[in-house]
């Protein structure tokens, strides 16, 4: 079936320390590729997209990812996380016009 | 500042009472989307319009339906709502369906 899978479903670090949350999606044809954020109490918010050109995309808030796409993969990264990104991260992809988000992952900051 | 508006934030109902949630937006989008989304969950795509043309999703239960009267408005229908029907209801927009999607703050809906 195709999916999008989100392989860590809750992540704890401690401030400073780096980020990556991996996101793996199955479907061949062209993709458009995304990050969102839910913090907590408040709506989804777009961290970084990629439709085409450098694979390594920059977001908002310091945060990176990059789409490898023999790996079918696009990683959301942060070299130092603060306690303020404690949130829901969200991988979405685009393809065939149709949305598919992933099962989400929680990441706890410890201060 | 443009943006995806829902009203109202919270909504208390009880079982088997219609009930109505509102969303406005004021990008000027072409696409309307009515995500459920339960907690810990991600949201999940109920229906969505392309300008008029309504898309319902497969395993979209019956009980829920909307209603698009023009660019700006999108309207989720719950007719008889059961006690799993209590979620948070998320509206996004998009310029088109390849592009990416925002969302409004979302309608908490309580069954009583």
């Known amino acids: 079936a195709q999916s999008v899978s989100q392989h860590n479903h809750h992540v704890i670090l401690s401030e400073a320390a780096s980020l990556e949350l991996g996101c793996n999606y199955s479907?061949?044809?062209?993709?458009?590729l995304f990050w969102y954020v839910q913090y907590p109490g408040q709506h989804l918010q777009l961290l970084l997209k990629y439709f085409s050109g450098d694979p390594l995309v920059k977001g908002i808030k310091g945060f990176e990812a990059e789409f490898i796409k023999s790996k079918f993969s696009f990683n959301l990264r942060k070299p130092s996380v603060q306690w303020s990104d404690t949130a829901e991260y969200f991988c979405?992809?685009?393809?065939?016009?149709?949305?598919?988000f992933g099962t989400g992952t929680s990441l706890t900051v410890i201060p | 500042d443009a943006m995806v508006i829902q009203n109202p934030r919270y909504q208390v109902t009880q079982f088997g009472k219609p009930v109505t949630l509102s969303c406005s937006q004021t990008l000027n989008h072409n696409v309307m989307y009515w995500y459920q989304q339960k907690s810990s969950q991600a949201p999940k795509l109920l229906f969505h319009?392309?300008?008029?043309?309504?898309?319902n999703e497969a395993d979209t239960p019956d009980n829920f339906q909307s209603r698009r009267p023009n660019t700006s408005f999108c309207f989720l229908d719950i007719r008889s709502p059961g006690l799993g029907d209590a979620a948070m209801y998320l509206c996004?927009?998009?310029?088109?369906?390849?592009?990416?999607?925002?969302f409004g703050p979302g309608t908490r809906l309580t069954v009583t």
């Open positions: 479907y061949g044809g062209t993709v458009n």
């Open positions: 996004a927009t998009s310029r088109g369906p390849s592009n990416e999607q925002y």
């Open positions: 319009y392309y300008d008029k043309d309504f898309n």
């Open positions: 979405a992809v685009i393809t065939g016009n149709q949305f598919y």
